[in-house]
Nanobody, 119 residues
Framework: QVQLVESGGGLVQAGGSLRLSCAAS????????MGWYRQTPGEQRELVAT???????NYAYSVKGRFTISRDNAKNTVYLQMNSLKPEDTAVYYC?????????????WGKGTLVTVSS
């Protein structure tokens, strides 16, 4: 089992910045990739950014150049630095961990943190 706890959400004006953090605990040695997804009411959860254990990153097109994902393996924490925020970035942001306790992949999710960007 892996537990994920997000922090850092809040209200910010358009053009501002926020940094989200996600601390992992439990069976962290099984974690491969971590990342962030977001969801707005009535919409499907969408990928924002992911980072592998080897620090390879992947970003949604809509956030490239504005958001940066990073990972501190010593602290078992992943970060999402969000700059030049837009109202359309408003969503609940969920931390995600991909684990391989055995052959099969098991995904874990945090409870989410709300990011609101005002215009």
């Amino acid at each position: 089992q892996v537990q994920l706890v997000e922090s850092g959400g809040g209200l910010v004006q358009a053009g501002g910045s926020l940094r989200l953090s996600c601390a992992a605990s439990g069976s962290i040695f099984n974690i491969n990739a971590m990342g962030w997804y977001r969801q707005t009411p009535g919409e499907q959860r969408e990928l924002v950014a992911t980072i592998t254990r080897g620090s390879s990153t992947n970003y949604a097109y809509s956030v490239k150049g504005r958001f940066t994902i990073s990972r501190d393996n010593a602290k078992n924490t992943v970060y999402l630095q969000m700059n030049s925020l837009k109202p359309e970035d408003t969503a609940v942001y969920y931390c995600y961990a991909e684990t391989y306790p055995g052959i099969l992949k098991v995904d874990y999710w945090g409870k989410g943190t709300l990011v609101t960007v005002s215009s």
